[in-house]
């Protein structure tokens, strides 16, 4: 069982950042009235895991995963432990704090499941749980993802690119966008009960991306992660991995993904629009209005007082999808 956390007074200035980044985000909700005082204070990151030990974590309910095809994006820098990976989330339809759904999602049903590609396509897709891992060849790709709350991973994600399925779907010439949706099941979803402790998010929680972005080779639709099917608290059975946008973008247990030639709305945006874009792309120059994107906190192997802030790369490293946004201004498109 993971100890509570306590605060410690020892944490050295970065770390303190990293903290008041996380409460700051929770406090705009606790201000907007959706978490009680009590809550933003009482949770916050389990201890467990984050004292520097490096037990392998194999969450029982994953299954291994075939992926034959050679790895097209590999990067040096060391992978978060897979304990991390999988015990520090965001995943708000099973509560805010961070250790929630690791907790909370660990019965969550996802047989039987249907993905339905529709709207402005010539040929709608429904895949069922088993085609979702079966119908395009798998492959692994290690990337960075970079929270909006100033800390990054580096996980080694199972996949396939979300334009091999876009392309099965054939879109029509006036599709411009790609709208996604999680599962709305408050049944199993906690967080989707009541807006108190779905951090005020109404849900189903949503996303977007354009066309050409959600085409890009590096966007992917994730399966896995550390060779085998996804943990329920990283968005089982299937989620989004867009590795040169902040998380949020990368919407998990999608359901629907439906083409059309509108911008779609999305969940962070319309919470709080001021804050967070429909961009969203990893930007070490625009500031989020209460931190800096400057630099982040790398979450790897060592405990909570390990030094491990890095500088923040523009699109968090990606350079490759500069020439998307060729003629925008990144700081009004944030
Ligand atoms: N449906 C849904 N998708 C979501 C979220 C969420 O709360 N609900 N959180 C997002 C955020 S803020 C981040 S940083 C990533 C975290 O993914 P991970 O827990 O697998 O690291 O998931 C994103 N996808
Ligand atoms: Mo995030």
């Not at 392309?167 to 199993?188: G, N, R």
Request: with cysteine.
């Amino acid at each position: 069982m993971p100890k509570p956390f306590k605060p410690s007074v020892t944490l050295t200035d970065n770390d303190v950042t990293d903290e008041s980044i996380y409460f700051n985000r929770r406090t705009l909700l606790k201000s907007m009235g959706f978490i009680g005082a009590s809550t933003l204070l009482a949770n916050s990151a389990s201890a467990a895991g984050w004292f520097g030990d490096d037990k392998e974590d194999t969450p029982s309910r994953t299954q291994p995963l075939d992926f034959t095809q050679p790895a097209k994006y590999q990067i040096e820098e060391t992978r978060t432990p897979q304990h991390k990976v999988t015990t520090y989330n965001n995943f708000y339809e099973f509560g805010t704090s961070k250790d929630a759904p690791a907790k909370r999602a660990s019965e969550f049903q996802t047989t039987p499941w249907t993905l339905t590609v529709d709207g402005m396509v010539k040929n709608p897709i429904t895949l069922d749980h088993n085609a979702l891992t079966t119908r395009f060849p798998l492959e692994e790709r290690i990337y960075r993802l970079r929270c909006v709350e100033a800390w990054s991973m580096v996980i080694p994600w199972v996949g396939f690119e979300l334009a091999s399925l876009i392309k099965q779907a054939d879109p029509l010439m006036s599709a411009k966008y790609v709208a996604f949706e999680t599962l709305y099941d408050p049944k199993q979803m906690p967080g989707q009960r009541n807006r108190f402790t779905g951090g005020g998010i109404d849900y189903p929680y949503v996303e977007g991306l354009r066309l050409d972005e959600a085409m890009h080779p590096l966007t992917l639709l994730s399966v896995g992660l550390y060779g085998k099917t996804l943990p329920p608290q990283n968005g089982a059975p299937i989620r989004l991995v867009v590795p040169w946008k902040y998380g949020f973008k990368s919407i998990k247990s999608i359901v629907r993904i439906t083409l059309t030639d509108k911008q779609p709305p999305t969940t962070w945006n319309r919470l709080a629009s001021n804050e967070y874009g429909f961009y969203a792309n990893v930007n070490p120059k625009v500031s989020h209005p209460r931190w800096s994107q400057a630099s982040e906190r790398r979450i790897t192997s060592g405990g909570l007082l390990t030094r491990n802030r890095i500088a923040t790369q523009m699109f968090n490293g990606y350079d490759e999808v500069a020439p998307l946004y060729a003629n925008m201004d990144l700081t009004r498109f944030y």
